[in-house]
């Protein structure tokens, strides 16, 4: 059974810095994808970043690069989001996800987290 699950979430004012991190278990293919995505409320769910498990590769939102940085640690099995300069539009639930390909769009990801919520005061 695949489980993913964020934590790291909270409140930070404007220009501050979060950590998240996703755990992810049970997870079979050899090579995948994993990514955050954030939705805030009345919006559309929005990819952030992805990186692939295997090689290493990493892309980002336009609306986070030079800001976020995406990393994972293969003998934890946990995925990371560091974000720095945050900014109020940032605020969103964060959600993780594992899927076989290297996207950014949520309909080809297989398996969600729960969910972690950012907010960013100004």
């Known amino acids: 059974q695949v489980q993913l699950r964020e934590s790291g979430g909270g409140s930070e004012q404007a220009g501050g810095s979060l950590r998240l991190s996703c755990a992810v278990s049970g997870y079979t293919y050899s090579d995948y994808c994993m990514a955050w995505f954030r939705q805030a409320p009345g919006k559309e769910r929005e990819g952030v970043s992805c990186i692939s498990w295997s090689g290493g590769s990493t892309r980002y939102a336009n609306s986070v690069k030079g800001r976020f940085t995406i990393s994972g640690d293969n003998a934890k099995n946990t995925m990371y989001l560091q974000m720095n300069s945050l900014k109020p539009e940032d605020t969103a639930m964060y959600y993780c996800?594992?899927?076989?390909?290297?996207?950014?769009?949520?309909?080809?990801?297989?398996?969600w987290g729960q969910g972690t919520q950012v907010t960013v005061s100004s």
């Open positions: 996800a594992a899927g076989p390909l290297f996207t950014l769009s949520a309909n080809l990801f297989n398996y």
